[in-house]
């Protein structure tokens, strides 16, 4: 069991500003798993990575992937009211899954 998480790097966000939207989509996906993906993913050590996505684009485009193959994804857009405009979207978390269901998804991107 892993969760990927996408974060962009076109926008030129801090690291403080990263780290809160990475753990947004984490917690959003999370939310979202049903109560035995949850607890599977706990139990294993709730392993998590964090990948680089080039664009909104890519990151739509990895949500729908993970939306067609019955993996749990969470898509965040942000409020707006630090650094970036409102509903920028910042961040996909994919999983938590199976971890070679979350690489058919992810498995190209490189490491943050």
Known sequence: MKQAIV????????????????????????EKADKRTRREWKNSGQKKIVLKGSSERELHELSEIAEHKGIVEALVRDAGHTQLEPGTVTALAVGPAEA??????????PLF
């Open 7 to 30: 974060a962009r790097t076109d926008i030129g966000m801090g690291q403080g500003k990263l780290a809160a939207q990475v753990a947004h989509a984490s917690l959003s996906a999370y």
């Open 100 to 109: 070679d269901l979350v690489d058919r998804v992810t498995g190209e991107l």
